[in-house]
């Protein structure tokens, strides 16, 4: 019974909501990767190596067999190191864009936090608590001058 009221307090509490919605935009995100990187970066790229297609790219280890049929016998061996490379390159954009969202949310956050900032609302614990050294300045002053 405590196993089913933890897991009911963790559903309740929107930890697995957010968990969910995370790993549908991550999913999302992914695709629109993948699309940059091969319809968008990799074309250019190939045609700067007179029209290179990295994917094709592979180290064969031995060759498939082929029967008079046209049928093949034994599958071809190879190391494809193409596919490697546009995987590392869907990984450094995936991490220089995370990179750059990360870099603005913590800019705007941080403009959130300070007080004096005018421009964006400043959530009420941060307010209170800017007042509250205020206060305490104002305080410790009046009490220096007695």
Known sequence: MKFLKEFKEFAVKGNM???????????????VIDVLVKKVFMPPLSLMTNGLNFQDKKY??????????????IQEVAIEYGVLFETFLDFLIVGLTIF????????LKSKAQDPKNEV??????????????DLMEEQNMLLKNK
């Not at 968990?19 to 995100?29: C, L, R």
């Not at 064969?60 to 016998?73: E, N, Q």
């Not at 750059?100 to 949310?105: D, G, L």
């Not at 964006?120 to 050294?133: H, N, R």
């Open 17 to 31: 909501m957010d968990m969910a919605i995370g790993i549908i935009i991550g999913a999302s995100f992914n695709k």
């Open 60 to 73: 064969v280890l031995r060759d498939a067999v082929i029967d008079a049929k046209g049928g093949v016998t």
């Open 100 to 107: 750059i969202v990360v870099k603005a949310m913590n800019r």
């Open 120 to 133: 964006v609302a400043t959530p009420k614990d941060i307010e209170l608590l800017s007042k509250l050294a």
